[in-house]
T-cell receptor, first 116, second 114 residues
């Protein structure tokens, strides 16, 4: 079974530039999550989709971050413009069912972003 | 608001030792607790998932326990090996108003010395 796919693996940009990350969840998984992990900390949820609808985006800095999940499958996360404090690993995860059930999370390898 | 704490932040042991990693959480209204392993520069690999109705789960040299009433979970690693060196994270999946939201601890970084 293929896992969660993410690209790119690494990205280096200068502050005020824009960047986009892509995620393809496990086939058939209804729920998709984007997490931000700052060095030395645990992942923090940015946004959660169920199919192509947003379940929770309360922690997404909407002035600069945006995300979409077209057709309820793959997803893109964009940052525009980037700030130094956005340097982190961006992790995508998926789970099989709805967000309110007893589900197991599966993670991709992440995108390591460095903002200079 | 759910808070998850993992102590210690770092642990170093000689090869062959048995060890216990701790995870505590403040809100017992959870669906499950999941333990993950993270190697440097990599994503998270699921190790064990304990449902709220369960007390423990085992996989090979790993055993995870859950005491929901006290808000604690432990991950026991038997006969540790250098290949076990990694960061171990726990995550609790909430019920109620934050249903389905998983909150992570900051992890315990384990070093197993040959």
């Amino acid at each position: 079974e293929a896992g969660v796919a993410q690209s790119p693996r690494y990205k280096i940009i200068e502050k005020r530039q824009s960047v986009a990350f892509w995620c393809n969840p496990i086939s058939g998984h209804a729920t998709l999550y984007w997490y931000q992990q700052i060095l030395g900390q645990g992942p923090k949820l940015l946004i959660q989709f169920q199919n192509n609808g947003v379940v929770d985006d309360s922690q997404l800095p909407k002035d600069r971050f945006s995300a979409e999940r077209l057709k309820g499958v793959d997803s893109t996360l964009k940052i525009q413009p980037a700030k130094l404090e956005d340097s982190a690993v961006y992790l995508c995860a998926s789970s099989l069912g709805t967000s309110a059930t007893n589900e197991k999370l599966f993670f991709g390898s992440g995108t390591q972003l460095s903002v200079l | 608001k759910q808070e998850v704490t993992q102590i210690p932040a770092a642990l170093s042991v000689p090869e062959g030792e048995n060890l216990v990693l701790n995870c505590s959480f403040t809100d017992s209204a959870i669906y499950n607790l999941q333990w993950f392993r993270q190697d440097p520069g990599k994503g998270l690999t699921s190790l064990l998932l304990i449902q709220s109705s369960q007390r423990e789960q085992t996989s090979g040299r790993l055993n995870a326990s859950l005491d929901k009433s006290s808000g604690r979970s432990t991950l026991y690693i038997a006969a540790s090996q250098p290949g076990d060196s990694a960061t171990y994270l726990c995550a609790v999946r909430a019920k109620g108003t934050n249903a389905g939201k998983s909150t992570f601890g900051d992890g315990t970084t384990l070093t197993v010395k040959p």
